[in-house]
């Protein structure tokens, strides 16, 4: 015990030096004055010298953290992020060049973007679309109409799925298709936000079919479609709470025109009378929202500002000021986090789970931020 105690020990005070070591390093003093001409003659073409980007989608360096500048462009020539301008100049500037031109670009006053208004969340344009769904999903995306889904707390990935085979067709079933074609994809998102976080009804047992005979057929279910019919997962549909007969009209079409190999297998042996009572065990389940899409931008934002807050500062890490920075381009750097395209474990998994309604919606907050 005590020598792990010794070890434990050992262990902090190394990571501690270590940590010492590199804030040393990169706290060497730059020479702005001197950086004024690195970034004269190698950068104002792209960031300007008043460091912000001259055209849309390039970042803007004024005023961003020293230790920052001096950490990106050290990816950029280490291969971390490729981007071929960037690789190429950051591999011919001496080490002094760049701590220099990092001097001189967090020197200057910090740029506002010019993000322009502000855009109203995913959740309230969703919110309009789902208006015109509301005669047969209802409002809240509870159907009242026996054989219409309800879509209330549905999974958004499964969502997005289900409107794109209406729109290729893979989904032949009227009248979707028709409704959906002139949908644009952040549209389709939004609305799958908005409808994923209302609240699915209770429904009281079916007119036919027994839930509690049903109960035991689920048990191959449940690993997809979550414990008693409540997904988990954003591509598998939830099943508790769905309308008894949409659930028996589609399971037996699994069987006939509707095509999922996994799905396909899993019912091929039920009689129909297995099926009704499935339909009335899920049917009597009760749900609940797979997201919370009215806070979403609110909670998340929240993490992001425990470290991308003006001011905070993380010995470990050199983070970024995001404040104002230019929209296109933050969307940019979170797609390139989500989509692997850039290494930085934090922020991976900060922005794996998100959509692109969902980036560009925290793109415009941050674009929208005074810049400090
Ligand atoms: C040909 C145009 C161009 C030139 C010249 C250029 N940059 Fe860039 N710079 C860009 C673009 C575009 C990006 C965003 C690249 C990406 O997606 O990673 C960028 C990104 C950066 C970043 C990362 C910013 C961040 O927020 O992560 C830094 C730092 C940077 N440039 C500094 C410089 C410096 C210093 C110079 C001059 C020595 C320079 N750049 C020259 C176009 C340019
Ligand atoms: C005229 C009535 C009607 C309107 C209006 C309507 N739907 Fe539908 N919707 C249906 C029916 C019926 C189905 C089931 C079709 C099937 O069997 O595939 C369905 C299925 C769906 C599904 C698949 C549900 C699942 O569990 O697989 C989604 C998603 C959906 N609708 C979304 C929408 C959206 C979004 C709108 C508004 C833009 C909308 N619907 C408007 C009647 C309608
Ligand atoms: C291997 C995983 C898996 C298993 C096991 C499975 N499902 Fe599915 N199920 C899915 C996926 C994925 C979909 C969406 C497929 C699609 O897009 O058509 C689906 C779709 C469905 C649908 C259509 C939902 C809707 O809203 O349109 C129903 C109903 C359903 N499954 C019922 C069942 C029942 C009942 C069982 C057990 C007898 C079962 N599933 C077993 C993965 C599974
Ligand atoms: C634990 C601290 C931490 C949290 C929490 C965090 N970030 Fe980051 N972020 C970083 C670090 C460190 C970097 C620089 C990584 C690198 O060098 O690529 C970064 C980089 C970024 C960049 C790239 C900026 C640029 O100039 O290239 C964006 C955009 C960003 N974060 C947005 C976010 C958003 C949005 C969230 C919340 C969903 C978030 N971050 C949460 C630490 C964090």
């Known amino acids: 015990m005590i020598r792990l105690m010794l070890g434990l020990a050992l262990a902090l005070a190394l990571i501690g030096c270590s940590q010492e070591d590199a804030a040393k390093k990169s706290a060497a003093p730059g020479d702005a004055t001197a950086g004024k001409t690195v970034a004269d003659r190698e950068c104002k073409g792209c960031h300007g010298l008043d460091g912000k980007g001259t055209i849309p989608a390039i970042p803007t360096l004024a005023g961003q953290t020293e230790r920052y500048l001096v950490a990106s ?4 020539r280490d291969g971390k992020r490729s981007h071929a301008a960037l690789r190429d100049i950051s591999t011919r500037l001496s080490d002094a060049d760049v701590r220099n031109v990092a001097a001189y670009y967090a020197g200057l006053a910090p740029v506002a973007g010019d993000a322009g208004a502000p855009v109203p969340s995913p959740y309230e344009s969703g919110r309009k679309t789902a208006a015109q769904c509301a005669s047969c999903h209802g409002e809240d995306g509870n159907s009242k109409t026996a054989g219409t889904p309800s879509v209330a707390g ?20 009227a009248p979707m298709h028709m409704l959906v074609r ?12 908005y409808f994923a976080s209302q609240t699915p009804a209770q429904r009281s047992a079916p007119p036919a079919g027994d839930p509690a005979a049903g109960e035991p057929l689920t048990a191959v279910c449940g690993g997809c479609h979550g414990f008693r019919g409540v997904s988990e997962d954003t591509a598998t549909p939830g099943l508790a709470g769905q309308d008894p007969q949409y659930l028996a009209t589609v399971i037996q079409s699994y069987r006939a025109t509707r095509k999922h190999e996994a799905m396909q297998r899993a019912v091929a042996a039920l009689s129909d009378k297995d099926i009704a009572n ?4 899920y049917a009597v389940q009760k ?18 500002n425990r470290c991308h807050s003006p001011g905070v500062e993380n010995p470990a890490m050199a983070i970024p000021k995001i404040n104002g920075q230019d929209k296109n381009y933050l969307m940019m750097a979170l797609r390139a986090y989500r989509d692997d395209r850039r290494e930085s474990s934090v922020m991976h998994r900060m922005s794996l789970p998100y ?4 980036i560009d919606s925290i793109a415009s907050f941050y674009a929208n931020q005074p810049p400090k």
């Open 278 to 281: 499935i339909a009335a065990f």
């Open 73 to 76: 462009l050290a990816e950029y």
């Open 355 to 358: 959509s692109d309604t969902v």
């Open 182 to 193: 002139d949908m644009g994809r952040l549209d389709l998102e939004n609305v799958a936000l």
């Open 154 to 173: 549905q999974q958004p990935g499964y969502f997005v799925t289900a409107i794109r085979e209406y729109l290729t067709g893979a989904r032949p079933t």
């Open 287 to 304: 749900s609940r929202p797979a997201e919370n899409g009215q806070r979403l931008i609110e909670d998340l934002t929240g993490k992001c």
